[in-house]
């Protein structure tokens, strides 16, 4: 079941940002980013209240708060990058920036993470995922920058992931989403008070959306955070990252395909080849971690 349950997150995933972006190119960005974080923010206060969970009353840095913010600017790139590039290009970029950040934060002890030395023998995973996103992309000249746009794009998902989950420890997962919402919400209003933009234009064009694009994206967001805190601790983190890694670049083929992209064999020997430098990874740092528990125990 919980097996099940983490490909189906990894779907969410991509539906999210498929979401997010065909609201953003039909209502444009800010329009789409204030009912992104609407919609998220009273999906997680209706299930507090249903649940009639009671805040932890524990203080917690400032800087934890900011994981909203982190978040607004990810949904804006995000959105531009899957756009431009498609679902399979923009996810396996992300998940590359993910895995760029991860060893930054392992290398540096960032946010106050457990710090560990970086090995070089992740160099060839990360380089056979860089290998398979090259060979997926055929058109260098235009988009190299939304390239690497995907790529800041992941590294900034894993440091508003830092920042909700160490926010999650002090007061509670869920009342820590709702922060996250919250403070989205409020930067989206705050920028467009200030830019003293008129949206007029774009809510006329609300009745012409279907109704998942307008609601999909914040449902979608809630329900990938309930769904990841309740099967992170069932089942182990590998088979976990694999899962969520398969079912977000099958869905994003899918919508590919559906949105008039061309799923080349190139595309999808991309992906494979993206997949098996994950998978390296993944290896080397349970290997690494085992030999870690080791030492321990002979110490003791």
């Known amino acids: 079941?919980?097996?099940?349950?983490?490909?189906?997150?990894?779907?969410?995933?991509?539906?999210?940002?498929?979401?997010?972006?065909?609201?953003?190119?039909?209502?444009?960005?800010?329009?789409?980013?204030?009912?992104?974080?609407?919609?998220?923010?009273?999906?997680?206060?209706?299930?507090?209240?249903?649940?009639?969970?009671?805040?932890?009353?524990?203080?917690?840095?400032?800087?934890?708060?900011?994981?909203?913010?982190?978040?607004?600017?990810?949904?804006?790139?995000n959105n531009l990058c899957f756009i431009q590039l498609g679902a399979s290009i923009t996810l396996s970029m992300i998940i590359m920036g993910q895995s760029?950040?991860?060893?930054?934060?392992?290398?540096?002890?960032?946010?106050?993470?457990?710090?560990?030395?970086?090995?070089?023998?992740?160099?060839?995973?990360?380089?056979?995922?860089?290998?398979?996103?090259?060979?997926?992309?055929?058109?260098?000249?235009?988009?190299?920058?939304?390239?690497?746009?995907?790529?800041?794009t992941g590294m900034l998902v894993l440091l508003s992931i830092l920042l909700t989950s160490q926010l999650g420890l002090k007061i509670g997962v869920l009342k820590a989403t709702q922060i996250n919402y919250l403070a989205g919400l409020i930067t989206v209003t705050a920028l467009v008070i200030i830019g003293n933009f008129n949206l007029s234009g774009s809510l006329y064009t609300l009745p012409e959306i279907h109704p998942a694009f307008i609601l999909g994206g914040g449902i979608c967001g809630v329900l990938i955070v309930i769904g990841f805190n309740t099967i992170v601790p069932k089942i182990p983190a590998l088979y976990t990252t694999i899962l969520m890694f398969i079912g977000q670049i099958l869905t994003g083929l899918v919508i590919d395909y559906h949105m008039g992209k061309t799923i080349s064999a190139r595309l999808i020997t991309g992906c494979i080849i993206v997949f098996s430098g994950l998978m390296i990874n993944i290896y080397i740092d349970k290997r690494n971690l085992l030999k870690q528990e080791r030492s321990q125990s002979l110490s003791l």
């Open 1 to 77: 079941m919980y097996i099940i349950g983490a490909g189906l997150v990894g779907m969410l995933v991509t539906l999210m940002a498929t979401f997010n972006s065909q609201l953003a190119v039909n209502a444009g960005q800010l329009l789409s980013l204030l009912i992104f974080h609407l919609c998220g923010f009273a999906c997680i206060s209706l299930i507090i209240m249903v649940m009639q969970q009671k805040s932890v009353k524990k203080e917690a840095p400032l800087h934890l708060y900011f994981g909203g913010i982190v978040g607004v600017l990810v949904v804006y790139l």
């Open 100 to 152: 760029i950040g991860s060893v930054l934060t392992d290398s540096t002890g960032f946010l106050n993470m457990e710090k560990h030395a970086f090995r070089k023998n992740k160099l060839a995973g990360l380089s056979l995922m860089l290998l398979g996103i090259l060979g997926m992309v055929d058109q260098w000249q235009l988009d190299y920058i939304f390239i690497l746009l995907a790529l800041l």
